[in-house]
């Protein structure tokens, strides 16, 4: 059956008793696949897949293109975030003490459901699993270092939840991207609104780079990126396929300043808070 087809089927991942199960939603419960059932609403959710990799694109959708007074994209550019940042539905996201700007990014992640290498563009949707929403997170405060990477801007722990589930049988190319805080929206974008879809980005990436299964790409976010707050409650819904929450709360500052800190330059607040100058035409 085509990840794009019906009928739907969504699989959660969750712990039970200590041991990671896979579950199917029923109603008000999760069903094992012994057939037991646990309460949703109690469960420990874990991620939906177990990555040797997390590869992302910088900027795909066109209204954050223009939020950001961007030429249009000819080629896409990524960039990776450690297996170390991936979180769950429900899961915390840490905001560093030091820290001020740490923004939401609403995206869909595709999740790799079978080895893939030097693929067709149209081969691409045969090799996922499925899809889920995710949320980019990113600590701004950080924009001003390591060129380009992302690295401690959007690689530190937890900084990558996906959930609650894995979803096939969606077309996911009639879906659309919305982000919550405190239920109020605040990202509202179509796939449709994608520079490059994806099956585009799979199979540019896939000729250099073999996936394996579990791996996930993030594909982007509409404009509207924004800090959050400890105490936000954010989510992220991708029509169709589900929605994840998760709740943001302060933690201490790095005990050893060494390296980099966080700053507060001009570079800085434009990301974080979406105040881009208008390009003057050449």
Avoid at 46 to 52: E, K, R, V
Avoid at 91 to 99: E, F, H, I, Q, Y
Avoid at 233 to 246: A, D, F, I, S
Wanted: overall charge negative; proline content about 10%; aromatic content about 6%.
């Amino acid at each position: 059956m085509s990840v794009l087809k019906g009928p739907r089927e969504e699989l959660r991942r969750i712990l039970f008793e200590g041991t990671p199960q896979w579950v199917k939603p029923d109603g008000d419960v999760l069903r094992l696949a012994d057939g037991r059932t646990t309460p949703e609403a109690a469960a420990i959710y874990l991620a939906p897949c177990d990555p040797s990799k997390i590869i992302c694109i910088h900027l795909n959708y066109e209204s954050r293109r223009v939020e950001f007074h961007a030429p249009p994209l000819k080629t896409p550019t990524y960039f990776q975030k450690p297996t170390t940042a991936l979180n769950a539905h429900r899961g915390m996201l840490n905001r560093p003490a030091n820290c001020q700007y740490l923004n939401y990014e609403g995206e869909i992640a595709a999740i790799i459901g079978k080895p893939m290498r030097n693929v067709a563009p149209e081969e691409v949707w045969d090799h996922i699993a499925g899809f889920a929403p995710a949320n980019d997170v990113g600590a701004q405060d950080f924009r001003d270092t390591d060129a380009g990477s992302m690295l401690r801007v959007k690689g530190q722990d937890g900084f990558c939840p996906i959930g609650p589930g894995i979803v096939r049988g969606v077309d996911i190319r009639e879906s659309r991207v919305r982000t919550y805080i405190n239920g109020k929206t605040v990202q509202d974008g179509p796939v449709s609104e994608m520079t490059f879809d994806i099956a585009y980005i799979l199979a540019d990436l896939a000729r250099h780079i073999t996936f394996l299964p579990g791996d996930v790409v993030l594909t982007g976010t509409p404009a509207n990126s924004r800090p959050m707050q400890p105490g936000d409650v954010v989510e992220v819904e991708v029509t169709g396929v589900g929605r994840l929450t998760n709740t943001v709360q302060d933690v201490p500052a790095p005990a050893h300043q060494v390296g980099h800190e966080p700053t507060d330059s001009e570079q800085v607040r434009r990301v974080a808070l979406g105040q881009f100058p208008p390009r003057v035409p050449a």
